[in-house]
Every structure is written in structure tokens, then in C-alpha cells.
T-cell receptor, first 114, second 110 residues
Framework: ETGVTQTPRHLVMGMTNKKSLKCEQH?????MYWYKQSAKKPLELMFV???????ENNSVPSRFSPECPNSSHLFLHLHTLQPEDSALYLC?????????????FGPGTRLTVT | GENVEQHPSTLSVQEGDSAVIKCTYS??????FPWYKQELGKRPQLIID?????GEKKDQRIAVTLNKTAKHFSLHITETQPEDSAVYFC?????????FGAGTRLTVKP
């Protein structure tokens, strides 16, 4: 599946590093999302963008900084992370944020913070 | 905010049997309830969804029911097959905010 792509697929970083996760969607959608998936926990919605504007920020620590330069690209900038931030980070897109549209997920980036 | 509870956390059935997964939500303003299937090492994919103005929806072996008064919805899989083995997530959407349940690991034994 190539509708939503994410890079890198795996990332190991130290607590003092700065790195960025990239997401790209080729579906012509207007909304993009970042989720965190940890073992045995619900998928956690982190950020929502609609037409490049951030519409939701679910109390995410400032060490996670999203950027959405256009409707097709979404970044998650990471700095001074903690070991508990290790998780699978999933990007998703949908036609719009309201009204109940299917969200298409990317393959995720497996992040390990050492 | 919305809180979604999902049960059971694990479910094991024999091939051909039915499987039922239940979710409850707390915010009566939630109006869209999708179900996602995530196979091991793969991304979540939508399998069925229901909106708040509908009580039941069916797609071949999969059905979803919604009880708005009780604020719960359920996924029903009939004639289960080994390829149905996966983690299933329910979710509830209110405005921009999609909240997911913790997931149910379904194992279908041949």
C-alpha cells in the first residue's frame, strides 16, 4: 500500500538527539494525524491538522513538535525525548476531520529512545 | 474528553464460531464509531463503521450494532476464519477528536 508513507520505518535516538519523522499522503486528503501506539495501550491521538491548520493537540509534551507545510506532508520533530516515548508512531490521513471519514494509516515509525 | 472502554482484551475462538467485541463510550456527542483491524506488524485498517443515526450495519461476515442510549457498540464476526486473527480496535469520534479503545487480540484456532 502506498497511500500513506512514513520515513524512517525505524529510528533509534538518544535522549539528547533531535530527529524528525516524516509522513506523506498521496490520497488528496485534507486532514492528517499523528498517533502514538504503545504496547497494551489505546492508540493515542497526538495532533490533528485540517487544511494545514492544527485543530487538535491532546496535551502532548512540547518535546514533540508537529509541522504541516501542506495538506500532503506532515512532520513530527523530536527533541530531548524520554525512554517512555519509545513507541510506534503512526500517521494517518482522511478526507476531512469531521463527519466521520475513514482514516488511512501509514506503516508507522518504530521509535526507540535510549 | 471521551473515554472508550473495550472488552475483552483477548479472545480465542474456534474456527467457524462467532466472536463479539464490545465497547462503551462516555461522551454522548460522539457520532461516528469505526472499527479497525491490525494484523501483526501491519497498519490498522478500517473494517466497518457506523454513524450515530444508525443502529446496525452489516458487511458480509462482519456486523456492528450501536446502542446510543446505553452508549455502547459491538463488533460481531460470524463464521470466523484463521485470517481473522488480529487486534481489533474500536473508536469514537467527537468533533476532531478520535478516541480508541485499548484493543482486543482475537485468535481463531483452526
Amino acid at each position: 500500500e502506498t497511500g500513506v508513507t512514513q520515513t524512517p520505518r525505524h529510528l533509534v535516538m538518544g535522549m539528547t538527539n533531535k530527529k524528525s519523522l516524516k509522513c506523506e499522503q498521496h490520497l488528496g486528503h485534507n486532514a492528517m494525524y499523528w498517533y502514538k501506539q504503545s504496547a497494551k495501550k489505546p492508540l493515542e491521538l497526538m495532533f490533528v491538522y485540517n487544511f494545514k491548520e492544527q485543530t487538535e493537540n491532546n496535551s502532548v509534551p512540547s518535546r514533540f513538535s508537529p509541522e504541516c507545510p501542506n495538506s500532503s506532508h506532515l512532520f513530527l520533530h523530536l527533541h530531548t525525548l524520554q525512554p517512555e516515548d519509545s513507541a510506534l508512531y503512526l500517521c494517518a490521513s482522511s478526507q476531512d476531520v469531521t463527519g466521520g471519514y475513514e482514516q488511512y494509516f501509514g506503516p508507522g515509525t518504530r521509535l526507540t529512545v535510549t | 474528553g471521551e473515554n472508550v472502554e473495550q472488552h475483552p482484551s483477548t479472545l480465542s475462538v474456534q474456527e467457524g464460531d462467532s466472536a463479539v467485541i464490545k465497547c462503551t463510550y462516555s461522551d454522548s456527542a460522539s457520532n461516528y464509531f469505526p472499527w479497525y483491524k491490525q494484523e501483526l506488524g501491519k497498519r490498522p485498517q478500517l473494517i466497518i463503521d457506523i454513524r450515530s443515526n444508525v443502529g446496525e450495519k452489516k458487511d458480509q461476515r462482519i456486523a456492528v450494532t450501536l446502542n446510543k442510549t446505553a452508549k455502547h457498540f459491538s463488533l460481531h464476526i460470524t463464521e470466523t476464519q484463521p485470517e481473522d486473527s488480529a487486534v481489533y480496535f474500536c473508536a469514537a469520534l467527537r468533533a476532531n477528536d478520535m478516541r480508541f479503545g485499548a484493543g482486543t487480540r482475537l485468535t481463531v484456532k483452526p
